[in-house]
């Protein structure tokens, strides 16, 4: 069997795919993309931030009125 290495994603790589940051974005797309690769782990931790974060910069809409 064929080693696998481990990444664990943090809210930052997240941030920078999804909201397309300069210097960053396509990087971290092309990261988050290669799971044939990676064994890719996060925590919900991490997941709770990314919501906080977006909704921050109000990127996501979370249905509030």
């Known amino acids: 069997p064929r080693a696998v290495m481990r990444l664990f994603f943090d809210t930052n790589l ?7 940051e300069p210097g960053r974005g396509e990087f ?3 990261l988050l ?11 919900l931790l ?6 906080t974060v977006l909704t921050k910069k109000n ?5 509030g009125s």
């Open 14 to 20: 997240f941030i920078a795919s999804l909201t397309d």
């Open 59 to 63: 990127t996501v809409d979370l249905g």
């Open 46 to 51: 991490n997941l709770m931030e990314v919501r």
């Open 33 to 43: 993309n290669r799971t044939d690769e990676y064994e890719l782990h996060t925590s």
């Open 28 to 30: 971290a797309t092309r």
